[in-house]
């Protein structure tokens, strides 16, 4: 059985050496994403190919917990098809609000080391900031869409 240090650890790592947060020429998705209630702000690139998702990144700036949560995010997404990130994003969301099984938490690998966040609610949106707002990218469900 896994610890919370071990959770801690994660969190802490993506935050002290993010994999992906720099910027991505060439990006044609680019959405931003705010979680007023903590002030958690990023904005997410993407590279495209089709129905690929080839590359990502994120700029942003807000706690722990959101820019740990984006940087695992994009680490599981790139190179794999929107379909399949929607669909990690649905498991996500399900494991934050409690609903997900264990079968479903090992699939989601490192962003697993967010489930604890289901007993915290004020920390809910900052864990799912990156994921609604990839969400919404790929559905060109965005209220800035042009
Ligand atoms: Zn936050």
Redesign the pocket.
């Known amino acids: 059985m896994q610890t919370n240090s071990f959770y801690n650890e994660i969190l802490t790592e993506h935050n002290l050496r993010p994999d992906f947060r720099r910027d991505l020429p060439g990006a044609d998705i680019v959405l931003d994403g705010v979680?007023p209630s903590?002030?958690?702000e990023i904005q997410l690139k993407l590279k495209t190919d089709g129905d690929r998702i080839v590359d990502g990144a994120f700029l942003g700036d807000?706690?722990a917990?959101?820019q740990a949560s984006v940087d695992i995010m994009l680490g599981m997404i790139i190179g794999k098809r929107k379909e399949e990130a929607l669909r990690l994003a649905d498991i996500f969301m399900r494991m934050i609000r409690g609903e997900a099984s264990e079968e479903e938490i090992d699939s989601l690998e490192e962003a697993s080391a967010l489930r604890d966040i289901s007993h915290m609610p004020a920390?809910v949106?900052?864990a799912m900031l990156g994921w609604r707002t990839m969400k919404e990218a790929l559905t060109g469900r965005s209220p800035e869409g042009k």
């Open positions: 979680n903590c002030g958690d807000g706690c917990i959101s920390r949106k900052c």
